[in-house]
């Protein structure tokens, strides 16, 4: 079974050289025509990706994940979605749950042009924890952010309901 064009993109996302993130970095917040650099480092990443298969990343969704990446490059693991890894990352103390589940629920309304400086949030909170992410799921539930039901999961995930156990908050 050859691979989908999400995990091509993931693939040569996270086989970037230092210098490479180091220039996504930069980039922060930022949109890929800002820099000739970037534009070129980013179009060298996608382009081929897209070119190959039409299913590939939207362009807006693969810049974010570009940048998030080089922010965070957690290790790749599939089945860990960012919900479900966030879930294990919430603070023992009462009111600092409170505090982090309301970030996460603020974080599941966010249009997706608003999501970057939330992912980098939780990306550090998941590397800080030593925990894995499945990018390919992160990338392509970002694709369809617009859509109720992939919130939905979000929470359910975040909750233990959507896989592996209970947990309520």
Sequence with gaps: MSPTATEQYI??????????????RT???RRPD??????DLFTGLWWPVRKKNPRAPRREVAWLIAKVYAFCPVPHSGGE???SQLRWCQPGQEEARKRFQQKFDQMLLLPLDHMESALRWALALIASSRRKLDWV???????IWERECTRLRWAQEFLGKGKGGSHAY
């Excluded at 040569?12 to 996504?24: I, N, R, S, Y």
Aim: no cysteine.
């Design 34 to 39: 800002e820099s000739v650099d970037a534009f």
């Design 137 to 143: 799921r992160l990338t392509d539930d970002l694709s």
């Design 81 to 83: 979605t960012l919900a």
């Design 27 to 29: 980039h922060a917040s």
């Design 11 to 24: 693939d040569v996302l996270t086989g970037l050289k230092p210098g490479a993130l180091g220039l996504l």
